[in-house]
């Protein structure tokens, strides 16, 4: 079981950039062998999952094509979310989740996260 971390957010421009990180808090932990998403959730809507990555490699909400990328250190220990472009619907509470029991059908979907940050607040200003 894996406790994470993200950092990285706060205030930015409209059409700048922004990199957020995850990590986990058990020592080392690497996320090589997982399948982890971002997701964003603002006050009132839904959360909806931004990107994830997994054996079968990168996904990303049409939102975010061409903008946003996930990657992760050469040591698979954090996971990144380089966010460039932002624009103002961009705000939101950032988290990032992982499948760490049973399968999943797509790791862009909350309900198949089992683990979760607490957060990470991302305001892009215009």
């Known amino acids: 079981e894996a406790q994470l971390v993200e950092s990285g957010g706060g205030l930015v421009r409209a059409g700048g950039s922004l990199r957020l990180s995850c990590a986990a808090s058990?020592?080392?932990?690497?996320?090589?062998?997982?399948?982890i998403g971002w997701f964003r959730q603002a006050p009132g809507k839904e959360r909806e999952g931004i990107s994830c990555?997994?054996?079968?490699?990168?996904e990303y909400a049409e939102s975010v094509k061409g903008r946003f990328i996930i990657g992760s250190d050469d040591d698979w220990k954090t996971v990144y979310l380089q966010m460039n472009a932002v624009k103002p619907e961009d705000t939101a509470t950032y988290y990032c989740?992982?499948?760490?029991?049973?399968?999943?059908?797509?790791?862009?979907?909350?309900?198949?996260?089992?683990?979760w940050g607490v957060g990470t607040l991302v305001t892009v200003s215009s």
């Open positions: 989740g992982i499948v760490v029991e049973g399968d999943y059908n797509d790791c862009l979907l909350p309900s198949d996260m089992d683990y």
């Open positions: 058990r020592s080392g932990f690497r996320f090589v062998d997982y399948a």
């Open positions: 990555i997994s054996t079968s490699g990168p």
